[in-house]
């Protein structure tokens, strides 16, 4: 069979610094906008390991101990947890002069209490060992255990000024031991004046507990980090959907229906994913993969997937890529079977498709499984005699120079993920980001409408009055099937550096046209259904290195530009109520007023179913090929999957 191509953007050379000529951000903070936080997932919670042993009673340069040092730190951790967030307390080395089985819960992990675990570390008094090792396997029988199909996240935070000195068990074999026996648990490790040996082996600990090391050198840095790893926790991707298991090849490979699913994927390992579908209908498919905020990544690593049929036949693929080394973030690659308007093609037939999963890993780059969250949507073609209005594959009035909102930005919290992403309209927002965290927020856009907006990131006290360090600030926006389109746009960058500076970058989308999805851009294909479009901010995980506060300000200027249509066909009326576009109407034609969410039947529903992008500094790497039936006897290159 013939090989076709349909070739975007494979690369971007930028890293576009945008001085900016406003005051400071104003980073106040945001709880009078603040929706009430949703509780956590079963299986959440966090542990704080505190080292109580003797060193802690030295000073710490500034007039007092180390242990009053931590304890202030701790309170301040705590004043900043969500209200409700299972949170306990380990101390090593406080009960006896020696001893390397010296430790014990101090404050077990249960909802939040602040005033218990304030008095638990008041009463520490340095005494004895650092039993390290023994310590964090004791953690991870502190946390929570999740149940079957659910993912939660389980931290244990570690906060030391030395090493080890009973090495049985040594520390980073039992970090990584813990890390590897499920997706859900990971240690971070704050060294607080510490160098040298002691330093080395914190940072194994954490590079070991897939987690994340943070240094700090005076009470004010161990406040600071141990407040951002202690959010980071608290505030982790939510995740949705029903537990499925993928296999590594097409035999046996589970069914799935219109819906979400949760799975996990090993590094440089496939999934598989079998659905049936009919001749008409476009589908959508996306998987985000959710690494611990930070862990190691390659700057080639990516989430590859593809449509699959027949025996070794492609439908399309494309292909993410954390485009950096920093640290990672969630990732996301969608993709679409679009059916051909003269229904010829290879992939226009009702029947069998696979929908496949492939994380792509270089060698140093985290080695532990990363849950994966799927998204598998239909969208009914247009009712007979309904013609639908011409692409728009153009930026037009929604390039670089459109004119955004002024004013006085409003206080917002954004969500965790695309599960709780903060509802925003036209408008200035104002918003708080740590060092390795991702913001998300959704706005409505219509038949027609385009969203543009800029993101500004906040002119930040640096912690010795400059910085040496650069690290970056990104976004994504992302079409309401979940599919990235603002990577690899000559119209657009998706990051720019940052080194406390004031720094903004520019984002958008072309209008919504119910034709786009026979374009050959691939910026342009999935911009083909109103709904929710889902913006993505992100702060690169060097900035922890960088920023004197916790949290860095950020500034959101969003337009939705055009008249909202009734429809995507040709001659729709304007929309003239809600700015979002107003409800569903049955004048567009579709089987559906749902504007491109409405999950309809496929053919033969499979039984058995289960019910930022941020790219470099200075380089943008994007490879995103879309292939058309790939011919009989190409490497599938399967590799076994695993279990959670």
């Given at each position: 069979?013939?090989?076709?191509h349909?070739?975007?953007a494979?690369?971007?050379?930028?890293?576009l610094?945008?001085?900016?000529?406003?005051?400071?951000?104003q980073?106040?903070?945001?709880?009078?906008?603040?929706?009430?936080?949703?509780?956590?997932?079963?299986?959440?919670?966090?542990?704080?390991?505190?080292?109580?042993?003797?060193s802690?009673?030295?000073?710490d340069?500034?007039?007092?101990?180390?242990?009053?040092?931590?304890?202030?730190?701790v309170?301040?951790?705590?004043?900043?947890?969500?209200?409700?967030?299972?949170?306990?307390?380990?101390?090593y080395?406080?009960?006896?002069?020696?001893?390397c089985?010296?430790?014990?819960?101090?404050q077990?992990?249960?909802?939040?209490d602040?005033?218990?675990?304030?008095?638990?570390?008041?009463?520490?008094?340095?005494?004895?060992?650092?039993?390290?090792?023994?310590?964090?396997?004791?953690?991870?029988?502190?946390?929570?255990?999740?149940?079957?199909?659910?993912?939660?996240?389980?931290?244990?935070?570690?906060i030391?000024?030395?090493?080890?000195n009973c090495?049985?068990?040594?520390?980073?074999?039992?970090?990584?031991?813990?890390?590897?026996?499920?997706?859900?648990?990971?240690?971070?490790?704050?060294g607080?004046?510490?160098?040298?040996?002691?330093?080395?082996?914190?940072?194994?600990?954490?590079?070991?507990g897939?987690?994340?090391?943070?240094?700090?050198?005076?009470?004010?840095?161990?406040?600071r980090?141990?407040?951002?790893?202690g959010?980071?926790?608290?505030?982790g991707?939510?995740?949705?959907?029903a537990?499925?298991?993928?296999?590594?090849?097409?035999?046996n490979?589970?069914?799935?229906?219109?819906?979400?699913?949760?799975?996990?994927?090993?590094?440089?390992?496939?999934?598989y994913y079998?659905?049936d579908?009919?001749?008409?209908?476009?589908?959508d498919?996306?998987?985000?993969?959710?690494p611990?905020?930070?862990a190691?990544?390659?700057?080639?690593?990516?989430?590859?997937?593809?449509?699959?049929?027949?025996?070794?036949?492609?439908?399309?693929?494309?292909?993410?890529?954390?485009?950096?080394?920093?640290?990672?973030?969630?990732?996301?690659s969608g993709?679409?079977?679009?059916p051909s308007e003269?229904?010829?093609?290879?992939?226009?037939?009702?029947?069998?498709?696979?929908?496949?999963v492939?994380?792509k890993a270089?060698k140093?780059?985290?080695?532990?499984?990363?849950?994966?969250?799927?998204?598998?949507?239909?969208?009914?073609?247009?009712?007979?005699?309904?013609?639908?209005?011409q692409?728009?594959?153009?930026?037009?009035?929604g390039g670089?120079?459109?004119?955004?909102?002024?004013?006085?930005?409003?206080?917002?919290?954004g969500?965790t993920?695309?599960?709780?992403?903060?509802?925003?309209?036209?408008?200035?927002?104002?918003?708080?980001?740590?060092?390795?965290?991702?913001?998300?927020?959704k706005?409505?856009?219509?038949?027609?409408?385009?969203?543009?907006?800029?993101?500004?990131?906040?002119?930040?006290?640096?912690?010795?009055?400059?910085?040496a360090?650069?690290?970056?600030?990104?976004?994504?926006?992302?079409?309401?099937?979940?599919?990235?389109?603002?990577?690899g746009?000559?119209?657009?960058?998706?990051?720019v550096?940052?080194?406390g500076?004031?720094?903004?970058?520019?984002?958008?989308t072309?209008?919504?046209?119910?034709?786009?999805?026979?374009?050959?851009?691939?910026?342009v294909?999935?911009?083909?259904?109103?709904?929710?479009?889902?913006?993505?901010?992100?702060l690169?995980?060097?900035?922890?290195?960088?920023?004197?506060?916790p949290?860095?300000?950020?500034?959101?200027?969003?337009?939705?530009?055009?008249?909202?249509?009734?429809?995507?066909?040709?001659?729709?009326?304007?929309?003239k109520?809600?700015?979002?576009?107003?409800?569903?109407?049955s004048a567009?034609?579709?089987q559906?007023?749902g504007?491109?969410?409405t999950?309809g039947?496929?053919v033969?529903?499979?039984?058995?179913?289960?019910?930022?992008?941020?790219?470099?500094?200075?380089?943008?790497?994007?490879?995103?090929?879309?292939?058309?039936?790939?011919p009989?006897?190409?490497?599938?290159?399967?590799?076994?999957?695993?279990?959670?």
């Amino acid at each position: 069979m013939a090989r076709r191509h349909r070739k975007g953007a494979v690369a971007l050379l930028g890293g576009l610094l945008l001085a900016l000529a406003a005051a400071p951000l104003q980073t106040t903070p945001a709880a009078a906008n603040a929706p009430a936080a949703p509780p956590p997932a079963e299986g959440t919670g966090m542990v704080m390991v505190l080292d109580s042993s003797g060193s802690m009673a030295e000073k710490d340069g500034s007039g007092g101990t180390r242990i009053a040092a931590a304890r202030k730190a701790v309170g301040t951790v705590v004043d900043a947890l969500p209200a409700g967030y299972p949170t306990g307390l380990r101390l090593y080395g406080a009960d006896k002069p020696k001893g390397c089985d010296d430790t014990r819960l101090a404050q077990p992990v249960s909802p939040l209490d602040r005033a218990g675990l304030k008095r638990a570390v008041d009463d520490v008094r340095p005494k004895g060992d650092t039993p390290i090792g023994l310590s964090l396997e004791k953690a991870a029988q502190d946390l929570p255990k999740p149940s079957s199909g659910s993912i939660g996240k389980r931290t244990i935070l570690l906060i030391s000024d030395g090493e080890d000195n009973c090495q049985a068990p040594p520390p980073c074999k039992v970090a990584a031991q813990l890390a590897a026996s499920g997706v859900d648990l990971h240690i971070d490790a704050i060294g607080f004046q510490v160098a040298g040996k002691a330093r080395r082996q914190l940072e194994c600990i954490a590079r070991s507990g897939n987690g994340r090391y943070y240094d700090a050198p005076d009470a004010q840095a161990l406040a600071r980090q141990l407040q951002r790893a202690g959010q980071l926790s608290a505030d982790g991707y939510r995740f949705k959907g029903a537990k499925v298991r993928g296999t590594p090849t097409k035999s046996n490979a589970p069914g799935i229906a219109p819906g979400q699913y949760l799975d996990s994927i090993g590094p440089n390992e496939k999934r598989y994913y079998a659905t049936d579908l009919d001749a008409a209908s476009t589908v959508d498919y996306s998987a985000t993969v959710v690494p611990q905020p930070g862990a190691a990544v390659g700057l080639l690593d990516s989430l590859h997937t593809e449509i699959a049929y027949g025996i070794d036949s492609t439908c399309d693929s494309t292909t993410s890529q954390f485009g950096q080394q920093e640290g990672a973030t969630p990732l996301t690659s969608g993709i679409s079977r679009v059916p051909s308007e003269d229904g010829t093609d290879g992939c226009d037939k009702a029947g069998r498709y696979w929908f496949v999963v492939e994380r792509k890993a270089d060698k140093g780059s985290d080695a532990s499984r990363w849950p994966l969250e799927l998204m598998f949507h239909v969208e009914h073609p247009l009712k007979k005699g309904v013609t639908p209005a011409q692409s728009e594959p153009e930026y037009g009035a929604g390039g670089k120079e459109a004119t955004l909102p002024t004013g006085t930005p409003k206080a917002v919290t954004g969500g965790t993920s695309f599960n709780d992403a903060r509802p925003l309209t036209q408008g200035v927002w104002r918003d708080k980001v740590l060092p390795s965290q991702t913001l998300w927020y959704k706005v409505p856009v219509g038949w027609g409408q385009q969203l543009r907006y800029d993101v500004e990131f906040a002119n930040e006290p640096t912690v010795r009055g400059y910085s040496a360090v650069s690290s970056y600030g990104g976004t994504e926006v992302y079409t309401p099937a979940r599919m990235p389109v603002g990577r690899g746009t000559g119209e657009f960058s998706p990051h720019v550096p940052y080194n406390g500076r004031p720094a903004a970058l520019s984002m958008g989308t072309v209008p919504v046209a119910w034709t786009n999805r026979y374009e050959s851009d691939i910026n342009v294909v999935p911009v083909h259904g109103k709904g929710s479009f889902y913006i993505a901010v992100t702060l690169g995980a060097q900035a922890s290195e960088i920023a004197q506060n916790p949290q860095i300000g950020v500034v959101l200027r969003v337009a939705v530009l055009g008249k909202a249509k009734s429809g995507p066909q040709t001659g729709a009326a304007v929309v003239k109520s809600a700015a979002d576009g107003g409800p569903g109407s049955s004048a567009d034609g579709s089987q559906s007023g749902g504007g491109g969410w409405t999950a309809g039947p496929v053919v033969a529903a499979v039984s058995g179913g289960i019910g930022i992008l941020l790219l470099a500094g200075l380089m943008v790497g994007l490879l995103r090929a879309r292939r058309k039936a790939r011919p009989s006897g190409a490497d599938s290159d399967a590799i076994r999957g695993g279990s959670w």
